[in-house]
């Protein structure tokens, strides 16, 4: 029952866990990982705006799913991303893996956000009080993903 969702608005962290746990006796790990918009150290961050193409996006994001199913043994995946304006302190993405081992379900989520970091195609668009400039993958998003290349 996994669930791959691109949208504007916010989400629920308790609703969308208990919808991934889904009275599933097999289940022995829920891991989840929320994201938020967080202020720039160099200078004030107004707002970030994420754009996308919608059967693109998705497309990614579900190849994602299929790429950690193929490594760990899991229940369920959870990603729900968020797109257009968003303010200082907003949720930006949601990840909730469940599986029976602790270990693959946190390893698993891990994989998948950096993933999404890299590899999904959003446009990331930061307004400061100085300037608005769109931004791509860090070179530290670049070094965490390649932990999982085999």
């Known amino acids: 029952m996994d669930k791959v969702i691109v949208q504007a608005k916010d989400f629920d ?23 938020t918009v967080r202020d720039l150290q160099s200078e004030t961050l107004k707002s970030l705006t994420l754009e ?15 790429k950690a199913k193929s490594h760990w043994e899991l229940e369920n ?5 968020r797109v257009g304006k968003l303010l200082i302190s907003d949720q930006i993405v949601l990840v909730i893996v469940t599986s029976k081992h602790r270990q693959e379900a946190f ?3 891990n994989f998948i956000m950096d993933y999404l ?9 930061e307004s ?11 070179l530290n998003d670049k070094k965490q993903k390649k932990r999982w290349e085999l």
């Open 13 to 35: 962290l308790t609703t969308e866990v208990n919808r991934a746990r889904s009275k599933n006796p097999q289940i022995g790990a829920i891991v989840s990982f929320v994201g």
């Open 52 to 66: 996308h193409y919608p059967e693109m996006t998705e497309k990614s994001l579900e190849s994602i799913v299929i």
């Open 77 to 81: 995946i959870t990603i729900i991303h």
């Open 107 to 109: 390893d698993s989520c």
């Open 117 to 125: 970091k890299t590899d999904a195609p959003f446009w990331k668009k």
């Open 128 to 138: 400061s009080d100085k300037e608005e400039k769109w931004v791509d993958s860090s």
